[in-house]
DNA sequence: CTTTGTGAAATTATTCACAGCA
DNA sequence: TGCTGTGAATAATTTCACAAAG
């Protein structure tokens, strides 16, 4: 009962890059940025192909749930082979938008915002970080590394004149939301939100959240259960 | 056909603290840390009591999955009522492991250990930070607010006089396994790994992620899908 | 041989919808 | 009336298992 002749009709079907216009799951979104540093660091070490299999087992997943996700974007394995490392990466990176640089600013010269302005895998992810801004005027005007940080009334005009599509969040609670109100205002189309509160955009930009309390927390639950193992935190 | 008169056995059933030994989905627990939140910035408010809609309603969940979510560990809400706010917060402190403080260490005084020191939050959470260690000489003895930066020598010792039971990593991707080894044989048993790199530390400890890189992939990806619109939490 | 891609089955998670209680 | 708790229905995700292909 598997496979009758009919199903599987002479018509080539489609096989150069099915754009995939069904649903993507989820967690298979999640799953891409893994499956592309595993094939950076492997390629880097001359590592020209890699198996399902050698995926799954890096990453701790079963390698036909690795086959299913990257299945989800068209087919790119060879059979009896794998994946073609160089091919891969670059296949995932464009699926991940990342064949695009985006200019992208902080807001909150607190320890957070401070931390990530150096954080140079920002640049090799897709951003640039050409800005900083704080509210506090005891701040705006020193210096973090090359940066000075700016006032933010000059928020609106900067993110239009250097096009920031990218705001990263990093102030207090309380602020979060006004502050994702006026970049959105100014232009921008996607948050990065390290503040711990749920952020209303309504369809006008899209958020991820990136939340240590719930990382602790989840930390202190498997604990307390004697659950051993590991998990990952961010969400959208 | 809903209900016949054998279903409800008189047999009260065990209304009170049935411990819940049966499977809890993951999901289930990445939100109680979400719930808890909500209901502290309620109960703050001088609000008392809370019904499931209106917590749904604040993180951006259905009633339903908030009502399911807290029967998995329980009968505490009041029909006609909602959750009273104090009860229900101790109850998901106590289901969360939060009634217990912990003592916890950050590895690597590079620009995120240094920015999670001073978070208060930690404290709040359950997590008394009292060490942070680091390898290069010349940042160890520093002084970071009002903790000193101790060489990585000294962590087998102080960990196991000062009880310290979760490790921060804040290392480079490079050192992250090793010092993961290094904290599970001083005796620690729970990990926040802050570096882009997967742990294996086998059924020793328990460890959770955050990942900057997969968040900031997440954004993109969905940014050049054109999605908008925010899915929120924190994730495995 | 090995390894992909994929239907079909199994598992897991969410939503629906309603009985019962205050 | 308003709201919980929960079976039953649905939907989403993972795993299985195997035909096709290098």
New interface residues.
Partial sequence: MPSRDADWDPTERAKRDPPQRGKIP?PT??R???Y??ELREREETGQTTMSSKQLGE???LTDAQVRKDLAVFGQFGHPGVGYRTGELIERIRK????D?Q?NACIVGAG??G???L??G??RR???DLVAIFDRDPTVVGTSIGDHRVRPLEDLPSLVKSREI??GIIAVPAEAAQETANRLIEAGV????NFA?R??D?????????????????????????G??????????
């Fill in positions: 989820e979104i999640r891409l940025s893994l592309l540093r890096a990453l701790g699926i991940l938008g990342k695009h985006w320890n957070i401070r931390a990530l150096p954080y895998r920002f992810d897709g951003f599509k990218i189309i996607g948050l990065l711990p749920r952020l955009v309504g369809q006008r930009a899209s958020v991820v959240n990136v939340d240590f309390s719930v990382a602790l927390e989840q930390l202190a639950f498997q604990i307390s259960l659950h051993r193992g590991s998990t990952n935190a961010t969400k959208s």
